[in-house]
């Protein structure tokens, strides 16, 4: 079974572009929660998809969108990036949401210049 | 406020040695995650809680619901569990989001 599947890996952009990342779960998996990494604010929760509705949303600005499709598969867009948007950007799929075992992606590396 | 909080933040053992983590959460939960991450970012699941204890391998995932508290132990530490362990929980008020640990830092020294 193959695992969750993110694209780009890696992302260099400026300040004021936008950006979209994408997340493939397991298949079956109807969950997909994305999270942003950074060193000082560690893991922190961005929102969560099930069957195409956004069930859940951290505390993050409007600048921070996404959506799930109906293969399940998930983007998520950034607009107007700022410096401190530079980050680690994790998805993970689970069946249910975070009540089950979620299965990470590698992540997406995005750097703002 | 950190609705959980994780201790100790860094932690060097001899190969070999017993390790725990603990982790304290403040709000009530529908479920307690322990993450593995690697150096280079990849994250994998170790423990999923709600209750009692789960062991796999060398690892043992304790929670206690009444005292808002979980452990990760390592028995019998080797270098390769050197990584960062994170403790997550998916709240029963909020549901379906997570709230993360700062993390636990291990480094097991051969």
């Known amino acids: 079974k193959a695992g969750v599947t993110q694209t780009p890996r890696y992302l260099i952009k400026t300040r004021g572009q936008q950006v979209t990342l994408s997340c493939s779960p397991i298949s079956g998996h109807r969950s997909v929660s994305w999270y942003q990494q950074t060193p000082g604010q560690g893991l922190q929760f961005l929102f969560e998809?099930?069957?195409?509705?956004?069930?859940n949303k951290g505390n993050f600005p409007g600048r921070f969108s996404g959506r799930q499709f109906s293969n399940s598969r998930s983007e998520m867009n950034v607009s107007t990036l700022e410096l401190g948007d530079s980050a680690l950007y994790l998805c993970?799929?689970?069946?249910?949401?975070?009540?089950?075992?979620?299965?990470f992606g590698p992540g997406t590396r995005l750097t703002v210049l | 406020k950190n609705e959980v909080e994780q201790s100790p933040q860094n932690l060097t053992a001899q190969e070999g040695e017993f390790i725990t983590i603990n982790c304290s959460y403040s709000v009530g939960i529908s479920a307690l995650h322990w993450l593995q991450q690697h150096p280079g970012g990849g994250i994998v699941s170790l423990f999923m809680l709600s209750s009692g204890k789960k062991k796999h391998g060398r690892l043992i995932a304790t929670i206690n619901i009444q005292e808002k508290h979980s452990s990760l132990h390592i028995t019998a530490s080797h270098p390769r569990d050197s990584a960062v362990y994170i403790c997550?929980?998916?709240?029963?008020?909020?549901?379906?989001?997570?709230?993360f640990g700062t993390g636990t830092s291990l480094t097991v020294i051969p």
């Open positions: 993970a799929s689970s069946f249910r949401g975070p009540g089950d075992t979620q299965y």
């Open positions: 997550a929980v998916s709240p029963i008020i909020t549901g379906n989001q997570f709230y």
């Open positions: 998809y099930f069957s195409e509705t956004q069930r």
